[in-house]
Nanobody, 123 residues
Framework: DVQLQASGGGLVHTGHSLRLSCSFS????????IGWFRQVPGKEREPIAC????????HYSDSVKGRFTISSDNAKSTVYLQMNSLKSEDTANYYC????????????????WGQGTQVTVSS
């Protein structure tokens, strides 16, 4: 079975940093790009960052570009999302996903969704 498990969420203050982890199993890192989406209650899920299966190509939404960094450690079957300079509007439930191509994944063409982890940024 394919599984994606996000972790590392929590409560932080504005301007601080947090690192999320996405551990995946049931497929090899060669087969899928991994992405991070977030969702606020009452709003649609927003793609924010994706990384190719090789780790060489990344894609970011304008809302997080320059503040968030996605990276992968394929030996550990884990993808990370380093979030710096957090803002209150970053508060959301963060999900990791898997899709066939990095850009397509960040356009919502997702094959697998994982469970979310809540990030709350307090001022």
């Amino acid at each position: 079975d394919v599984q994606l498990q996000a972790s590392g969420g929590g409560l932080v203050h504005t301007g601080h940093s947090l690192r999320l982890s996405c551990s995946f199993s049931g497929f090899t890192s060669d087969d899928y790009a991994i992405g991070w989406f977030r969702q606020v209650p009452g709003k649609e899920r927003e793609p924010i960052a994706c990384i190719s299966s090789s780790g060489e190509s990344t894609h970011y939404s304008d809302s997080v570009k320059g503040r968030f960094t996605i990276s992968s450690d394929n030996a550990k079957s884990t993808v990370y999302l380093q979030m710096n300079s957090l803002k209150s509007e970053d508060t959301a439930n963060y999900y990791c996903v898997a899709g066939r191509r990095v850009v397509a994944t960040c356009l919502g063409l997702v094959d697998f969704w994982g469970q979310g982890t809540q990030v709350t940024v307090s001022s």
